[in-house]
């Protein structure tokens, strides 16, 4: 008797609760990571890298009725690295460039709706922000070393790195090569201006970040094993899409896609894309 109990007992509670278990394992090797990248925020002149409060808010409450989780990219890394789980929809927010509007608009509306965001900072407009006297406008400020470090103890925001000085243009475009540069010069240079930033905000702010943005989203292969030598797990890209991120597989951190919130998209377009995972173009 004794024994049949045990029999019937395995069939019917052991076996069904380990399946139930496998298959929830199975499910979450493997997870959709939409992102979405924001710059500025601010009213009354939306543009591709400008979204009014209003917008960013309809945003937040758009994402999260569509069933999505914000988290934050601490979580992400954590769940390939085998540490943790994510929600069934996770969704990570990521503010580029520092811009001092994302700590005034954009922090407060991220606080009211329970999410987390990720600012990617330029260390040359965070030091001319600090030293300057017209700090604090959300018009054309940036933030600096102090307010990154408000930010960074809040616990709501992870701060990138997004170079100290290559977010330019010429003669370098972001973290390309020159022209007429070796590739010895050409990886000293890179890690040497984002090891730069790292050192400046462990000193100044207190952080020391594990996520890097690529300005332009320029990205070399040379770049990406120096910025991997520094310490950093997620590298951001500006190439639109949705990354697939494996637990145990620590390169799909290594070109995370993300899709570019323009001003001149709707919330629903947005929307579109995130569960696409398809870039829609939007006329401007
Ligand atoms: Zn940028």
Same mark, same amino acid.
């Given at each position: 008797m004794k024994r049949l109990f045990l029999?019937?007992?395995s069939l019917f509670i052991i076996f069904p609760f380990f399946t139930a278990r496998t298959t929830v394992?199975?499910?979450?090797?493997?997870?959709?990571l939409p992102v979405v990248m924001y710059h500025n925020v601010l009213n009354g002149r939306q543009g591709e890298y400008v979204v009014?409060?209003?917008? @960013?808010?309809? &945003?937040?409450?758009?994402?999260?009725?569509?069933? /999505?989780? !914000?988290?934050?990219? *601490?979580?992400?890394?954590d769940f390939v690295d085998g540490k943790g789980s994510l929600p069934q929809k996770p969704?990570? @927010?990521?503010? &580029?460039?520092?811009?001092?509007?994302?700590?005034? /608009?954009? !922090?407060?509306?991220? *606080?009211?709706?329970?999410?987390?965001?990720?600012?990617?900072?330029?260390?040359?407009?965070?030091?001319?922000?600090s030293n300057s006297s017209q700090a604090d406008n959300?018009?054309?400020?940036?933030?600096?070393?102090?307010?990154?470090s408000t930010l960074h103890?809040?616990?709501?925001?992870?701060?990138?790195n997004h170079t100290y000085g290559m977010h330019v243009y010429k003669p370098r475009f972001g973290v390309g090569q020159m022209e007429g540069e070796s590739e010895t010069q050409y990886r000293a240079a890179v890690k040497e201006d984002a090891g730069r930033l790292q050192t400046e905000l462990s000193r100044r702010s207190g952080v020391t970040p594990v996520v890097f943005a690529y300005p332009f989203g320029k990205y070399t292969t040379s770049a990406k094993e120096e910025l991997l030598s520094l310490g950093?797990?997620?590298?951001?890209?500006?190439?639109?899409?949705?990354?697939?991120?494996?637990?145990?597989?620590?390169?799909?951190?290594?070109?995370?896609?993300?899709?570019?919130?323009?001003?001149?998209?709707?919330?629903?377009?947005?929307?579109e894309e995130i569960e696409s995972g398809k870039h829609i173009p939007v006329d401007s």
């Open positions: 029999c019937l007992f394992f199975a499910e979450q090797q493997r997870v959709r009014s409060e209003r917008q @960013l808010e309809s &945003d937040l409450i758009a994402i999260k009725k569509a069933g /999505y989780t !914000f988290v934050s990219a *601490k979580q992400v890394i969704l990570l @927010l990521t503010f &580029d460039d520092g811009n001092y509007n994302n700590m005034y /608009y954009a !922090f407060p509306l991220l *606080k009211k709706h329970g999410a987390c965001a990720v600012f990617n900072v330029i260390g040359a407009f965070v030091s001319a922000s959300p018009n054309y400020s940036h933030l600096t070393w102090k307010e990154i103890k809040s616990g709501k925001i992870e701060i990138g950093f797990r997620m590298l951001f890209t500006c190439n639109e899409g949705v990354t697939t991120v494996v637990r145990g597989d620590s390169s799909t951190l290594h070109y995370v896609r993300r899709f570019n919130r323009n001003g001149k998209m709707s919330t629903k377009t947005l929307l």
